[in-house]
């Protein structure tokens, strides 16, 4: 049985709980055949020192948003997902409000998944542009 999409929501939702995604308040919100959204709020806690939006931060909610993207595609009974690495390039900061974070296949083999991670505000000015490569590796 195929969950429904409200359903995967709150399942990844809820394996986020205890984990840095849920210290930063990160939660994903919309997914597709080839995309997964997550939003986090922008708050003091998630500031660097002069009150804008780590650059630190941000990226943890790309690496986040991409491994659960490669998650959802796969056979999580045998295979499950690792990061090889992360890129970010800040092109604007925001104080306030919630960034999304898009995360979209470029490429999606067997063994490795490639994805472009769009961060934009919430009036879709873009934030950050990050790439994620990932690896899926069997469970023994």
């Known amino acids: 049985m195929q969950l ?3 359903d995967m929501l709150a399942k990844a939702n809820l394996v986020s709980k205890g984990t840095l995604m849920e210290t930063l308040s990160i939660e994903m919100v919309d997914f597709g055949g080839d995309f ?3 939003r986090m709020p922008v708050t003091p806690k998630v500031h660097q020192p002069d009150g804008v939006l780590h650059g630190g931060a941000t990226a943890a909610l790309a690496e986040s ?5 490669a ?3 796969i056979d999580t009974e045998k295979f499950f997902i690792r ?3 992360i890129t970010a390039n800040h092109i604007k900061s925001v104080k306030d409000g919630f960034v999304y974070a898009k995360a979209t296949f470029l490429h999606k083999g067997r063994t490795t998944q ?3 991670i769009k961060i934009t505000d919430e009036d879709d000015n873009l934030i950050s542009i990050c790439r994620l490569s990932t690896i899926t590796l069997p469970k023994q």
């Open 4 to 6: 429904s999409k409200e």
């Open 36 to 38: 997964l959204v997550a």
């Open 65 to 69: 948003v991409g491994s659960f993207a």
């Open 71 to 73: 998650h959802i595609f």
């Open 83 to 85: 990061g090889l690495e």
């Open 114 to 116: 490639l994805l472009d």
